[in-house]
């Protein structure tokens, strides 16, 4: 079903760059500016602390598609002080579809599902949300004549044949669902919202720009206070080694809302993590930690890049995999 949604990417014009939360940062004020006018009602005075994310899709399931998404949303909310607190991968099934959605809107400020909302049969995600909201599907109108305008591929549309019917599959939504176009001007496809469920398209370009692009809805209902600082420590030690002063440092700060952790590195050696939301307090805690553990602090931004890259090679063996 991701791999299908290739039709969709066929349908649009393409974009000159992909968007990325970097670039989202730096967005111009005008742009915001018309999202928060166009959309005003968005979240209405609700706060955003928590997040969940609902992959779908039988291909991710049986390793024919490799998941990027989940990761990408990961980061996202972590920038923007989100608390990610659940990820999942789910068939396409309409009854886990419903049972999933139905319980992480429950629970959860912000929701986003990945797939299944392309053109063909097993394109369940939108009728299976109506039903995990008792509401029918409707035509959105508005979907159907910027599917027409952005269109890369034109079809006849006084004619009822089935391909028109498979397009229009992707223009059916959950009826009083909020229909929202962070990228008007250049792509047709909308994030579709249901109280807090977020419908995204698999294909990890059309996500991470349609993602991305809700910044400006996103920004305002996230308070300030939510916002993490991460800090890092390398060491040589085994964990086994540095394990008992974890334990005691972690026993000690958790009721100041810093987290440690422990992480093994591909070549060798451990990263300490520290997360907490007093930038302060979790600086203080550095020369501590580099003591104990006979470490040196490191660069946040650099392993975060060198995780990227492991990613993208694991993507690149993948897609080898797969041609083979």
Not at 174 to 187: K, S
Not at 257 to 282: C, D, F, H, N
Request: charged letters at 25%; hydrophobic letters at 35%.
């Amino acid at each position: 079903m991701l791999a299908r949604l290739t039709n969709v990417l066929s349908h649009i014009k393409p974009r000159p760059r992909p968007f990325s939360t970097s670039a989202m940062a730096s967005a111009s004020s005008a742009s915001a500016s018309s999202l928060l006018t166009t959309y005003p009602d968005y979240y209405n005075d609700k706060n955003i602390t928590t997040a969940a994310c609902l992959i779908i899709g039988d291909e991710v399931l049986n390793s024919k598609t490799f998941d990027t998404n989940s990761a990408f949303f990961a980061r996202f909310c972590w920038d923007l002080g989100i608390d990610l607190r659940r990820v999942e991968i789910i068939p396409d099934v309409e009854s886990e579809i419903i049972e999933a959605v139905t319980r992480l809107n429950s629970r959860h400020d912000f929701v986003i599902t990945s797939g299944g909302i392309g053109p063909t049969h097993d394109d369940i995600t939108y009728p299976s949300i109506a039903k995990a909201f008792n509401k029918k599907l409707v035509l959105h109108d508005e979907t159907v004549e910027k599917m027409k305008k952005l269109n890369k591929r034109p079809i006849d549309w006084s004619v009822d044949n089935d391909e028109k019917k498979a397009r229009l599959r992707m223009a059916q939504f959950p009826e009083g669902a909020q229909v929202i176009f962070p990228v008007p001007e250049e792509l047709w496809v909308p994030v579709v919202k249901m109280e807090n469920v977020h419908i995204l398209p698999g294909i990890p370009r059309l996500f991470t720009t349609l993602l991305t692009s809700l910044t400006p809805l996103l920004s305002p209902h996230i308070p300030s206070t939510q916002k993490r600082t991460r800090l890092l420590v390398s060491t040589s030690l085994p964990e086994s080694a540095i394990a008992p002063f974890l334990t005691r440092l972690s026993e000690r700060v958790e009721p100041q809302g810093i987290k440690i952790g422990s992480y093994p590195k591909w070549q060798g050696g451990v990263m300490v993590s520290l997360i907490g939301r007093e930038a302060q307090l979790t600086e203080e805690l550095i020369g501590e930690v580099e003591r104990e553990v006979q470490g040196r602090r490191a660069d946040v931004e650099a392993e975060m890049k060198g995780e990227e890259e492991r990613r993208k090679e694991i993507n690149e063996d993948l897609g080898k995999r797969d041609s083979a």
